[in-house]
């Protein structure tokens, strides 16, 4: 199967410690930018209708606001409930200014 790559945004329009949501291709996803890293996952909460592109974000952890459960960025497992299931997380390439997925 072949790698598909994905543009999402520019390195700039993500500032660190912070996050955005991204729609392309299908793909609701949330970009990541810790101390100048990127990390991306799905934006909707595995526990039901939260956006984690507008959650708070502590070091590597981004809790939902919607019932404040939380995931570790890097790896998209859950670090507190009521959130049960990993959050699916993608392969991020930087290329220049740009950051894309590979799919
Ligand atoms: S929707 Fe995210 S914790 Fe419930």
């Known amino acids: 199967?072949?790698?598909?790559?994905?543009?999402l945004c520019k390195t700039s329009?993500?500032?660190e410690g912070t996050a955005i949501k991204v729609d392309t291709?299908?793909?609701?996803?949330?970009?990541f930018n810790l101390n100048g890293a990127f990390y991306v996952m799905d934006d909707q909460c595995s526990h039901g209708p939260g956006s984690l592109s507008?959650?708070?974000?502590?070091?590597?952890?981004?809790?939902?606001?919607?019932?404040n459960g939380s995931f570790n960025i890097k790896t998209g497992e859950v670090v507190d409930p009521p959130c049960m299931i990993p959050q699916k997380t993608y392969k991020v390439v930087t290329e220049g200014e740009t950051v894309f997925i590979e799919v």
């Open 1 to 7: 199967m072949s790698v598909q790559k994905i543009e």
């Open 13 to 15: 329009d993500v500032t």
């Open 25 to 31: 291709h299908g793909l609701e996803l949330a970009v």
């Open 54 to 67: 507008e959650g708070p974000i502590c070091g590597d952890v981004v809790e939902c606001d919607f019932h």
